[in-house]
Antibody
């Protein structure tokens, strides 16, 4: 059974930093690309970032480029999102999700974690 | 950047057919995926690659994609289908590839 468990979300001040983690189990982690998707309170889904299975390719939404860094440790079956220079508009539930078929970041997301809440406020 | 446009809401009576659209420039040339999200829960993939269903998703859920509009069709709607639905594509552009979600459609079962 595929399991994705996010952690690391909490209250942080504007301008601060936070690292989210996503522990994966139940599939061959290195064989699949992964993504982070966020959802602000009462709003829709927003793609944040994606990384290929071998970590050779990374992609970012314009809204986070230069501030967030996605990475993965295939030996630990864990996905990360380093978030710097946080802003109030980064407040959201952050989901990690698995690409359905591929090592590359193209296609659909077939498994999602339950999310971790990041609140940016003074 | 590529934009996907969904109606904010769709209402349908139980047993009827719901159609949720997703508009985008030449979206027929993209692979479109659909997610269902119920309150307080993570999204669930219900249709991928325009028309395919993951295992466990009822046949009542189907998709189509042509021209500038993709459509998620839910036949014989049930109360349990009430949820937010999102379309998504991976848009390849020369300067900025990325995943794009539509704004979401709230399906209300009357």
């Amino acid at each position: 059974e595929v399991q994705l468990l996010e952690s690391g979300g909490h209250l942080v001040q504007p301008g601060g930093s936070l690292r989210l983690s996503c522990a994966a189990a139940g599939f061959t982690f290195r064989s699949y690309a992964m993504s982070w998707v966020r959802q602000a309170p009462g709003k829709g889904l927003e793609w944040v970032s994606g990384i290929s299975g071998n970590a050779g390719s990374t992609y970012y939404a314009d809204s986070v480029k230069g501030r967030f860094t996605i990475s993965r440790d295939n030996s630990k079956n864990t996905l990360y999102l380093q978030m710097n220079s946080l802003r109030a508009e980064d407040t959201a539930v952050y989901y990690c999700a698995k690409l359905t078929f591929s090592m590359i970041v193209v296609g659909s997301l077939d498994y999602w974690g339950q999310g971790t809440l990041v609140t940016v406020s003074s | 950047s590529y934009v996907l446009t969904q109606p904010p809401s769709v209402s349908v009576a139980p047993g009827q057919t719901a159609r949720i659209t997703c508009g985008g420039n030449n979206i027929g040339g993209e692979s479109v995926h659909w997610y269902q999200q119920k309150p307080g829960q993570a999204p669930v993939l219900v249709v991928y690659d325009d028309t395919d269903r993951p295992s466990g998703i009822p046949e009542r859920f189907s998709g189509s994609n042509s021209g500038n509009t993709a459509t998620l069709t839910i036949s014989r709607v049930e109360a349990g289908d009430e949820a937010d639905y999102y379309c998504q594509v991976w848009h390849t552009s020369s300067d900025h590839p990325g995943m794009v979600f539509g704004g979401g459609t709230k399906l209300t079962v009357l």
